[in-house]
C-alpha cells in the first residue's frame, strides 16, 4: 500500500507496483456516477474517510460475444500450432468473468512522480472496441513502459452499447436529447484529469489523448465537441477516425440509413411498450437488454455517437473538412493489414456494402454502384482484384484502408493544412510464427505501445527494440507535441504535399505516398459522402439542427462490433 494522499473527493490509498517500486497504482477511483440513460453525475465523495483503490472497479456492462470471436480469429491467424491455441482457449475461458455494473465509471492511474514539485506528461488512453465491448482496465494497457519513459498513465471506463449510445424518443422527451452518454463520460473522465492528475504528479496542462480503433475514434469525437475543449493538448490515434460516422438522432441524411431514434424505438420493441416513458424504460432488466443486443446483431451497430446540436453540432467528418477541430499537435496512423480481422464477416472490399460476392460482373457491378463507373475500376486495378481468384486478397487490403487507412490520412491532411504539427506511421511488424495469415492486423501495435506482450506470442530482440522506439516517440509526443529525440531516426512531420508517412517495423524508415493513389480514391469518395450528408441537413427545412446523428453504412457497421 501506498502513501495516503488526496483528492477532490477524499483521501485515497494506492499500491504499489509489482514489477517496479518506483511506481505507484491508483485503480477504480469514481471519476463519475452513471445511472441508465442520462448524462453522467458527479462522484461520490468520502472525504477523510481513506479509500483503498488497489483494485479495478467494475466494468461497464457489455456483450461478450464479439470479443471472443475477435480473440479467437487473432489466434487462428498467428500460425501457432493447434495445442498452443488449444491451451489458450481454455485458460481464457477458465477465467472468472470481469464484475460489471452499470455504475461503472472508474479512473485508474500509475505514476512514479506522486509527491514531486516537477509535473509530468499526462497520457489519457481510451480503450477500443467499436464502443460496444472493453475496458481501462485491460491487462495490455496496464503495463510501466510509458510511466518509466516519464509520463502518468490514465485509463478509464466508459459506457458501451445500448447503455452508452441508444437513442429513443421518451428519453429524448425527458432531458431534451438522446444518446452519447459514452461520449459524455469521456468528458467527465477528461475534467476529472483537469481536477485531480497535479495530485499524482501529472501537469494538467500538458494532456495527451491516446487510444487505438473506437478509442482513436472517440478522440475524433471529442475533436469534434466543444464540451472537450481545454481539456487535452495533443492527439495520437490509432487506426480510428469517426468521419465514417453520419447518424443522425431524429433524421436519416443518406439513402439506406436510419435515424438513431428510429433504431433505439425498435431495439426495445420487443421489451416495452411503445407509450412508454423514460422512467419505465429505466426499469427494463440490464440483462433483457445485453439478450437483445445479441439477438439483433444488426442494430448494435447503430449504438455510436450521434449528432444533437449540443454534443455535436455536426458529423465528425464535417468537423475535420471544415479544419474547425481544436488546434492541437496529432500523430495518428494504421496498420499494414487491418481488414484481415473483418473481411470473414463482411465479406466485402467495402464496408459500405458487405456481402460483395458472386460472379465477378456481379462484384465489379456492386462496386461501382458504391463508388461510380470509373473510380470503381481504378481501385479493382490498383487491388488487383481481377479475377475471382485474386479477389478476396486485394479486397481484404482495399477493407483495411476503407475502414481505417483513408480515415486516418483525412484527418491528418486537415490537420495539416490548418497548420497543426502532424504525424503519420504505417506498421507493418508481422507475427514471426510460420503460417500465420493475418499480417500486421487491427491492434498488434497496442503491446508495442504499452511494452505489454503475452507469453503466448512473446516479443524477440527485435521487437524489443521496436517496441523501446515507438514508446519514445509515443511520450516524446506527449512530452513536446514532437515524437522526435536523441538516437531516434528522425520522424519528417506530414504535409499534404509530401504525403509523409514513417514505417515502423524492425526497420524504421520514411516514406512518400504510401497507398497514395488507393488512399486518393476512397478519399475523393468520403469528401462525397461527407458533403452529402451536409447538403441534406441544409437543404431540408423539416431537419432539426439541433438533433444528434451518426451515419450508419448500409448496415454495415455491425460488423465492427468484433473491433477491438
Request: some cysteine; overall charge negative; proline content about 6%.
Amino acid at each position: 500500500m501506498a502513501e495516503p494522499i488526496r483528492i477532490n473527493q477524499g483521501i485515497v490509498l494506492g499500491g504499489i507496483d509489482r514489477d517496479n517500486s518506483e511506481i505507484q497504482v491508483f485503480n477504480g477511483i469514481p471519476y463519475a456516477s452513471a445511472s441508465r440513460w442520462a448524462a453522467p453525475g458527479d462522484p461520490p465523495q468520502w472525504g477523510a474517510v481513506a479509500r483503498d483503490v488497489r483494485t479495478y472497479g467494475p466494468e461497464c456492462i457489455q456483450s461478450r460475444r464479439n470479443i471472443d470471436g475477435f480473440f479467437n480469429r487473432i489466434l487462428d491467424g498467428t500460425g501457432l500450432p493447434w495445442w498452443k491455441r488449444t491451451a489458450a482457449r481454455r485458460l481464457i475461458s477458465a477465467r472468472p468473468a470481469p464484475a460489471e455494473a452499470e455504475d461503472c465509471l472508474f479512473i485508474n492511474v500509475r505514476s512514479g512522480n506522486v509527491g514531486h514539485k516537477q509535473l509530468l506528461p499526462v497520457m489519457v488512453w481510451i480503450h477500443g472496441g467499436a464502443h460496444q465491448a472493453g475496458s481501462g482496465s485491460n491487462d495490455l494497457y496496464q503495463a510501466n513502459a510509458l510511466v518509466e519513459n516519464g509520463v502518468v498513465l490514465v485509463t478509464f471506463n466508459y459506457r458501451l452499447g445500448p447503455f452508452g449510445y441508444l437513442a429513443h424518443p421518451a428519453l429524448t422527451e425527458e432531458a431534451g436529447t438522446s444518446g452519447n452518454y459514452g461520449l459524455m463520460d469521456q468528458v467527465a473522465a477528461l475534467r476529472w484529469v483537469r481536477a485531480n492528475i497535479r495530485t499524482f504528479g501529472g501537469d494538467p496542462d500538458n494532456v495527451t489523448l491516446f487510444g487505438e480503433s473506437a478509442g482513436a475514434q472517440s478522440i475524433s469525437e471529442l475533436m469534434a465537441t466543444h464540451y472537450a475543449d481545454g481539456l487535452y493538448h495533443k492527439a495520437i490515434l490509432e487506426s480510428g477516425t469517426s468521419s465514417y460516422n453520419a447518424l443522425y438522432r431524429n433524421d436519416a441524411p443518406l439513402i439506406g440509413s436510419r435515424s438513431a431514434e428510429d433504431v433505439g424505438t425498435e431495439f426495445l420493441s420487443s421489451l416495452t411498450d411503445q407509450t412508454v416513458t423514460a422512467t419505465e424504460l429505466r426499469r427494463i432488466p440490464a440483462a433483457s437488454i445485453i439478450a437483445r443486443v445479441e439477438a439483433r446483431q444488426d442494430l448494435a451497430g447503430y449504438f455510436l455517437p450521434v449528432v444533437d446540436g449540443k454534443i455535436l453540432t455536426e458529423t465528425v467528418g464535417a468537423t475535420i473538412r471544415a479544419g474547425d477541430a481544436p488546434k492541437v499537435p496529432v500523430l495518428a496512423g494504421y496498420n499494414a493489414d487491418e481488414g484481415t480481422l473483418f473481411y470473414g464477416s463482411i465479406r466485402s472490399p467495402t464496408i459500405l456494402r458487405p456481402g460483395i460476392t458472386g460472379t465477378l460482373d456481379q462484384r465489379e457491378q456492386e462496386l461501382a454502384e458504391v463508388f461510380g463507373e470509373n473510380p470503381a475500376k481504378a481501385l479493382q486495378a490498383l487491388y488487383s482484384m481481377d479475377s475471382e481468384r485474386s479477389w478476396d486478397a486485394g479486397a481484404m487490403d482495399m477493407l483495411g484502408d476503407d475502414l481505417f487507412g483513408v480515415h486516418m490520412r483525412f484527418l491528418s491532411k486537415a490537420n495539416a493544412t490548418a497548420g497543426r504539427p502532424t504525424w503519420m506511421y504505417f506498421f507493418t511488424r508481422t507475427t514471426p510464427t510460420r503460417g500465420q495469415t493475418i499480417g500486421a492486423y487491427h491492434g498488434s501495435e497496442i503491446p508495442f505501445v504499452f511494452g505489454s506482450s503475452s507469453t503466448l506470442l512473446p516479443m524477440s530482440d527485435k521487437d524489443e527494440r521496436l517496441a523501446r522506439t515507438m514508446q519514445a516517440y509515443w511520450t516524446n509526443f506527449a512530452r513536446t507535441g514532437d515524437p522526435n529525440g536523441e538516437h531516434l531516426p528522425p520522424w519528417p512531420p506530414y504535409t499534404p504535399a509530401g504525403d509523409e508517412w514513417l514505417v515502423l517495423d524492425h526497420e524504421i524508415f520514411s516514406v512518400n505516398g504510401i497507398r497514395a493513389r488507393k488512399l486518393d480514391i476512397l478519399e475523393e469518395h468520403l469528401i462525397d459522402r461527407i458533403d452529402a450528408v451536409s447538403r441534406a441537413t441544409e437543404a431540408d427545412p423539416e431537419f432539426d439542427a439541433t438533433l444528434m446523428t451518426t451515419l450508419p453504412v448500409s448496415g454495415g457497421e455491425d460488423h465492427l462490433a468484433d473491433s477491438n
